[in-house]
């Protein structure tokens, strides 16, 4: 069993910075990979980051590169996303997510991971 919490969600600035983190209940140096998924309203749960159980490798929605970028410290239990230049339609709810069982190509898929956090709300005002 893996308990994923999200915090640092909030209300900013188009322009403005967040950073969200996701801590689990167990060590984060298993071999399991770490995704951010989002969901606005009334659109469906979109994949937006993920990395590898090593941190060796980063993915991420076009629309977010060069904006976003996830990391891992194994050592606290912890995945973040830091969100810089944000746009009112980076406006949903942020999950994180486990995936226990890794195969290659396959991060990007909702179905591809056991575990889910509760989501925090984040809001970017124009």
């Known amino acids: 069993q893996v308990q994923l919490v999200e915090s640092g969600g909030g209300l900013v600035q188009a322009g403005g910075s967040l950073r969200l983190s996701c801590a689990t209940s167990?060590?984060?140096?298993?071999?399991?990979?770490m995704g951010w998924f989002r969901q606005a309203p009334g659109k469906e749960r979109e994949f937006v980051a993920a990395?590898?159980?090593?941190?060796?490798?980063?993915y991420y929605l076009d629309s977010v590169k060069g904006r976003f970028t996830i990391s891992r410290d194994n050592a606290k239990n912890t995945v973040y996303l830091q969100m810089n230049s944000l746009k009112p339609e980076d406006t949903a709810v942020y999950y994180c997510?486990?995936?226990?069982?890794?195969?290659?190509?396959?991060?990007?898929?909702?179905?591809?991971?056991?575990?889910w956090g509760q989501g925090t709300q984040v809001t970017v005002s124009s």
């Open positions: 997510a486990a995936d226990l069982d890794p195969l290659p190509g396959r991060y990007h898929l909702r179905a591809a991971y056991d575990y």
């Open positions: 167990r060590r984060t140096s298993g071999r399991y990979d």
């Open positions: 990395i590898t159980w090593s941190g060796g490798s980063t």
